[in-house]
């Protein structure tokens, strides 16, 4: 008995052995493969080189497209992820004693506890960041006790910056009691930053006693909020200062006299406390009659201080994307052909003040209208509506119909619902796709680039894109060395006519990874040197289906006729054979 179990533990032990040499010999086998691999491909970009291909080497893109509804955003953006700083020599030393270095843990507590607060989201390489250190230190020791300044590490505070959708640095934000309303786009000096935040710290409501006062507002202001309260200090005035901060773009005015209140088309017997927004547009006058608070007269106003109708250009945009409302109802439409359908979109508007922002984009505008159109994919001079959902999720949904009111009105409400499916851009589809890298546009994204049986390698490029025409020949030469493998697709995107949820590009172009069987989460993004030989090192360790160079097969020698020939004679008994 014993001498059996004593066999079945030996027996046991040598196949665990076996299995560890075979595992070993395996792993031998595939890192000797993989060397063997690399090495072939490195002598063939050799003998690429060698006969006057040249080499690549530059840094990553992150130019962005300039016909681009998001660059007319953040108005052409002049830092970007990615746009790192070398410096020479060191940095002088910068006393940051008054700037508070805010993290996840304080961040909260910070802009809460500071009426005013000024935050600059930064990165440490950012050359524009440390120009901007000395000037942001010296103006936060002088606007002590009136602002408090702080910094964020945005490299560290990853959350933080996603939060509040840090595209470039140095990005500055002014948070009023604890809101973030606006983002500093001042010059980047002490004072500059000064004289900005003196003014937004400064009283903010101003009183109305005498009729002629009311008469000289009346006419000089575009726009203005006037509240007629039972008193002009106290509780309601108190909540109506702190509304009026967190406003920078009209004037907030109170009185307490029956008559001024009539001036500005309140009734003299109304209950008090009471709220008019008058502006010199075709909707003159807004009432308010909501609880008297900060919030809902801050929401109020907000919902009712642009025009129910916004006319998108490059100056009035602040209105549309600095807008607390963020998803937009947006008409398209020629010079002549707006004149009969943007009264049809007011009218829809006033249905749904505090939901949408309502825009019109010109067409046929020169400035603006080809690339605002291009870019949400509106062909044609034919008139369009559609909802978009603003820059955080790019989703759009068109209208498929007459522009009516009913119509419009109910694209807004099936939105509102969620019972709307998204529209994106998309080339046709191509032809013939058999090429070594496959053609993607949005209307096959699903079919090639999420089918879970394949690991596919994806380029997001521009056309217009010095570096991707740069990289082109190494991307096809990839998709070359790769074509027989099944199970992998190597593929390239036209970023700037087709759109994707899945596809988001930083910049152009991007690389991006959809490994198979694995799908749902979201892509790698593909951070290595734009070569051949490491492009192939980051698949073989990424792929979720192991795969093997297929080198081409060796051809034989050449023989010469001569030589041959001579061979034969020499050797004509085998030939008798």
């Not at 309260?229 to 509780?235: A, I, K, R």
């Not at 547009?281 to 919030?295: H, I, M, P, Q, Y």
């Not at 829809?348 to 984009?361: D, E, H, L, P």
Request: hydrophobic content about 35%; overall charge negative; glycine content about 6%.
């Amino acid at each position: 008995m014993a001498s059996s179990s004593t066999s079945i533990s030996l027996l046991l032990f040598v196949s665990f052995l076996l299995l560890l040499v075979n595992s070993r010999a395996e792993n031998a086998s595939s890192g000797s493969d993989l060397d063997e691999e690399l090495a072939f491909l490195a002598a063939e970009e050799s003998k690429e080189q060698s006969h006057g291909g040249g080499s690549y080497h530059e840094e990553h893109d992150q130019y962005r497209d300039f016909e681009n509804y998001d660059d007319l955003e953040q108005g052409g953006g002049e830092f970007h992820h990615g746009e790192h700083s070398y410096e020479e020599e060191p940095l002088p030393t910068v006393d940051e004693k008054d700037v508070a270095v805010l993290t996840k843990d304080n961040f909260t507590e910070f802009v809460r506890n500071n009426s005013f607060a000024m935050v600059e989201f930064y990165a440490p390489w950012c050359g524009a960041c440390q120009a901007l250190a000395p000037e942001y230190a010296a103006a936060a020791t002088e606007l002590k006790g009136v602002a408090a300044l702080a910094k964020i590490d945005a490299t560290e505070e990853g959350d933080l910056a996603q939060k509040y959708e840090i595209q470039g640095f140095p990005t500055v934000f002014l948070f009023v009691d604890g809101e973030m309303r606006k983002t500093y786009e001042g010059e980047r000096t002490k004072d500059g930053i000064v004289t900005w935040l003196k003014k937004k710290a400064s009283p903010s409501i101003h009183n109305i006693t005498t009729k002629e006062e009311a008469e000289r507002v009346l006419s000089a202001e575009p726009k203005l909020v006037l509240g007629f309260l039972n008193s002009l200090v106290g509780s309601e005035s108190e909540e109506l200062a702190a509304a009026s901060r967190l406003e920078d773009d009209l004037s907030f005015y109170q009185t307490a006299s029956p008559d001024i209140a009539k001036l500005f088309e309140i009734e003299t017997q109304v209950k008090r406390p009471a709220l008019v927004l008058l502006k010199k547009e075709e909707e003159k006058l807004a009432r308010f009659d909501g609880n008297f608070t900060k919030t809902a007269i801050a929401e109020f106003v907000s919902a009712n201080k642009v025009p129910l109708v916004i006319n998108f250009t490059r100056e009035g945009a602040s209105l549309i994307f600095e807008n607390a409302v963020k998803n937009q109802l947006i008409l398209f439409a020629t010079e002549n052909e707006s004149e009969k359908h943007l009264p049809t979109l007011r009218e829809v508007a006033k249905s749904f003040k505090g939901k949408f922002v309502f825009v019109y984009v010109q067409m046929d505008n020169e400035d603006y209208g080809e690339a605002v159109s291009g870019f949400f994919g509106v062909t044609g001079t034919a008139p369009k509506v559609l909802v978009y959902t603003g820059n955080e999720d790019m989703r759009k949904f068109i209208l498929d119909g007459e522009l009516t009111v009913k119509n419009i009105k109910t694209l807004a409400e099936d939105f509102l619902a969620d019972k709307l499916k998204p529209f994106y851009k998309s080339d046709p589809l191509p032809e013939n796709n058999d090429g070594d890298v496959k053609v993607i546009v949005g209307n096959n994204f699903d079919e090639i680039v999420l089918d879970e049986s394949k690991d596919v390698l994806l380029e997001i490029y521009a056309p217009w894109c010095g570096h991707c025409q740069s990289f082109e020949p190494i991307y096809n030469k990839l998709g070359k060395y790769l074509k027989g493998i099944d199970s992998l697709v190597v593929a390239k995107m036209d970023g700037t006519s087709n759109e994707h949820p899945r596809a988001k590009a930083d910049g152009f172009p991007t690389i991006l990874f959809f490994p198979g069987g694995n799908k749902s989460f979201d892509p790698i993004t593909v951070d290595v040197d734009r070569t051949v030989v490491e492009l192939y090192k980051f698949l073989k360790k990424h792929a979720s289906i192991p795969f093997k160079l297929k080198k081409p097969a060796t051809p034989e020698p050449v023989i010469s006729t001569k030589k041959a020939d001579e061979k034969i004679e020499g050797d004509s008994s085998k030939d008798e054979l």
